[in-house]
């Protein structure tokens, strides 16, 4: 076999009009049109029954019949995101702290250890744009719950209130130390932050004022998180306590004893509000059941630290959790899961003493052993419920999805089973997995060369030109000599020249009287011309000057001076040039990238009067 042909069949297409073309890989795409519109035609009222549609079996032909996670409610085990989707990564590669759908569900937010914000697209899972939102690490962010605010926070105490298109709008110096967790209440009025100096603070979103400062954990505040309908906070401390409060006089309720490490994650289950999962360093996570206020579930399973979890947004007993190792399980609170040899718990409902019964032993329902490399910062749910997003420190954000009916192979790939399991099995190549691997990097970087690099905002004493944004003006004390303006399209650039004057029609002006004119003629107070192509009224458009015309015989300073156009110069200049503006698009703004080899964009509109405007329509006006 030749070069060509070997070239042709491993890496592309060859060479095509003298060009050679590499073979681009499928992007996974996942579409949930089709089963929302399919259960939208035929869904019906809760207590008719479940809708009059074929069941899904598992075979390939029922794709077609699959329903999404909000029509079952009562099968979790439908929605457990046990395949593997997308990895998507950056060209300049950081930990993920933070993931964070969209309220719509069209994008995923991503938070870095470099402090940068990456929006990936939530069906094709593609690069859409970067931008730097804070100067250290983000550790925290979330979205308010009428979805038109976003709250981030960092390893420097700052808290950046930003709009749902990313303009930020104001900072605030919250906390000394960096800032574990942030919630908004169930009104948006306010919000909470968990920080490592030990406390909570409660403030007002209007103002960004401080109201209440919470003190009770003798170690750093790791997590918090506040009830969707209760004034009731949560929070989790390195002191291995989880600590309940009242936000309006900043009273710690009760203190929960049951993890024997630091917390890592404490969040209220969001559908129904009666559940309380915490997880920790001491390799377990437990659910509290509010009305009882004790454990009810103990969750078992992970061979290290529990870094994070999360609940599923319509599944009230669907439980996801990262580990330190790089794991994910999924738990189902009503299914104990127990391995064989093992003797199966009741729950505390079902036992005689409920108050004092031992909480019940929960194991893992479905296990991704190898789904990172490093450990599992966040995770977080689509809106829909049918995508499970993750990022890790291993500088990768991972997307799941649950397996279409008929699909087997992805239990045994390399995210169950481990790399040389599944070579051996043959559900894995080595080699053609590397490769497809940097065929998604080159991707990614294509895709990044479009995006917004750049979103420094310039100067608001910089003169820019209305409707461009990132082109300035030029110097208004420039010099006038035109060789030291720039030349776009073979022409100089303009840089003061006055208005040439107005060249009077023949015979004078209708209607003035002669001696009049020639006065006005001798003193140079000549009224200044009309736009060019439009003739004042009464005047007719000045005639053609002669081939042979002599300028020499009209007193001086009546015409200008001609400009003298020089050579084109030896590089073609580049087209569209505006006259007299800058050659780097970027303008004013700087810190997205450095090199004339970075494609810049302008920034996005004005950040200042945003949040004084939205106040001049009567919101976030008034102090609750």
């Not at 996942?30 to 598992?58: C, F, I």
């Not at 009830?227 to 936000?247: A, F, N, R």
């Not at 461009?468 to 720039?486: E, R």
């Not at 200049?573 to 090199?595: H, M, V, Y």
């Amino acid at each position: 076999m030749d070069r060509h042909n070997w070239d042709q069949q491993n890496y592309g297409t060859g060479f095509h009009d003298g060009a050679y073309q590499r073979k681009t890989s499928k992007r996974a795409v996942t579409d949930y049109g089709s089963s929302m519109v399919h259960w939208m035609r035929n869904r019906q009222p809760r207590y008719k029954g479940a809708p009059r549609v074929e069941l899904e079996r598992p075979s390939p032909s029922y794709i077609a019949q699959m329903m999404p996670p909000t029509a079952k409610p009562h099968h979790p085990a439908d929605a457990i995101p046990a395949k593997h989707l997308h990895s998507s990564l950056n060209k300049a590669r950081h930990a993920v702290n933070v993931v964070r759908w969209t309220p719509e569900g069209r994008r995923l937010l991503t938070g870095s250890y470099s402090g940068e914000f990456t929006l990936w697209n939530g069906t094709a899972f593609n690069f859409e744009t970067i931008m730097q939102a804070h100067d250290v690490a983000i550790r925290s962010a979330t979205y308010s719950h009428n979805e038109d605010w976003l709250l981030s926070a960092c390893n420097d105490g700052v808290i950046k209130y930003w709009q749902p298109n990313f303009n930020n709008v104001k900072a605030i110096q919250a906390h000394t130390d960096p800032i574990r967790g942030i919630s908004f209440s169930p009104n948006d009025a306010k919000f909470v932050t968990a920080s490592d100096d030990a406390t909570l603070k409660i403030f007002d979103f209007s103002g960004g004022v401080e109201e209440s400062v919470l003190t009770g954990h003798q170690w750093d505040a790791k997590t918090v998180d506040w009830h969707p309908t209760k004034g009731l906070l949560v929070s989790g401390s390195k002191d291995h306590q989880v600590k309940l409060w009242d936000p309006r006089t900043g009273r710690c309720l009760t203190t929960l004893h049951g993890h024997k490490n630091t917390l890592t994650k404490t969040l209220f289950e969001p559908s129904r509000g009666q559940l309380l999962a915490t997880c920790g360093r001491d390799q377990v996570a437990r659910v509290f059941d509010l009305r009882m206020m004790r454990d009810i579930c103990l969750l078992r399973g992970h061979e290290k630290e529990v870094s994070t979890l999360t609940w599923h947004p319509f599944h009230t007993c669907l439980l996801s959790t990262g580990g330190n190792d790089g794991s994910i399980f999924h738990y189902l609170l009503n299914e104990p899961n127990t391995p064989a040899n093992t003797t199966t718990s009741i729950p505390p409902y079902d036992s005689a003493d409920p108050k004092n019964a031992p909480a019940q032993t929960i194991y893992p329902a479905h296990r991704l052993q190898h789904a990172h490399d490093m450990p599992v910062w966040s995770l977080d749910w689509h809106p829909l419920g049918h995508i499970l997003a993750s990022g890790s420190n291993d500088r990768v954000t991972r997307f799941w999805t649950r397996p279409r009916p008929g699909e087997t192979d992805c239990f045994n790939d390399r995210w169950h089973i481990g790399g040389e399991a599944a070579e051996m099995l043959g559900t894995w190549d080595r080699r053609n997995g590397k490769r497809s691997m940097r065929e998604e990097e080159e991707m990614e970087i294509e895709d990044e060369a479009d995006g917004l690099v750049d979103q420094t905002m310039p100067s608001r004493n910089q003169a820019t030109l209305p409707g461009l944004p990132g082109l300035t003006l030029p110097s208004a004390n420039a010099s006038n000599d035109n060789s030291s303006a720039p030349i776009r399209n073979g022409l100089p650039a303009p840089n003061n020249l006055p208005p040439p004057p107005m060249i009077p029609p023949p015979g004078g002006i209708p209607g003035m009287d002669p001696a009049k004119f020639a006065e006005l003629l001798a003193s140079g107070k000549f009224p200044p011309p009309p736009p060019p192509g439009i003739h004042a009224q009464g005047f007719p458009p000045p005639p053609p000057l002669p081939p042979n015309f002599d300028f020499s015989k009209f007193p001086p300073g009546l015409f200008p001076p001609p400009i003298p156009i020089p050579p084109p110069p030896s590089q073609e200049p580049s087209p569209g040039g505006l006259p007299g503006l800058s050659d780097n698009p970027g303008g004013g703004g700087g810190g997205g990238g450095s090199g004339g080899s970075v494609r810049r964009r302008g920034p996005l509109p004005s950040q200042q009067e945003s949040l004084k405007m939205e106040q001049q329509k009567g919101k976030y006006r008034p102090v609750r």
